[in-house]
């Protein structure tokens, strides 16, 4: 069974940085898409960033590029998501997503993330 471990996180000042972690069990954790989503208060989940299951490639959502830098580390089975120039709309329960086909996917814990102004 896979499962995503979350670490990171916390309050922060605006224009703070953070840096999220989940480590990812399991053998098979290169073969998987990642990425890191976000919900915040009465708002639906979005997708923050994704990188290919090598690293190759990365995404971002507009509100957040420029500023945060997703990344992984095969050899650890752990992605990280690096967050610069924090704002109070940046808060919310950040998720780990690991994805390896349509119905093969997992979620981390949830992290908080307080951003005060």
């Known amino acids: 069974q896979v499962q995503l471990v979350q670490s990171g996180g916390g309050l922060v000042q605006a224009g703070g940085s953070l840096r999220l972690s989940c480590a990812v069990s399991?053998?098979?954790?290169?073969?998987?898409?990642m990425a890191w989503f976000r919900q915040a208060p009465g708002k639906e989940r979005e997708l923050v960033a994704g990188?290919?299951?090598?690293?190759?490639?990365?995404n971002y959502a507009d509100s957040v590029k420029g500023r945060f830098t997703m990344s992984r580390d095969n050899a650890k089975n752990t992605v990280y998501l690096q967050m610069n120039s924090l704002k109070p709309e940046d808060t919310a329960v950040y998720y780990c997503n690991a994805v390896l086909s349509p119905v093969h996917y997992y979620w981390g814990q949830g992290t908080q993330v307080n951003v005060s102004s």
């Open positions: 399991g053998r098979t954790f290169s073969m998987y898409r």
């Open positions: 990188i290919t299951s090598d690293g190759g490639r990365t």
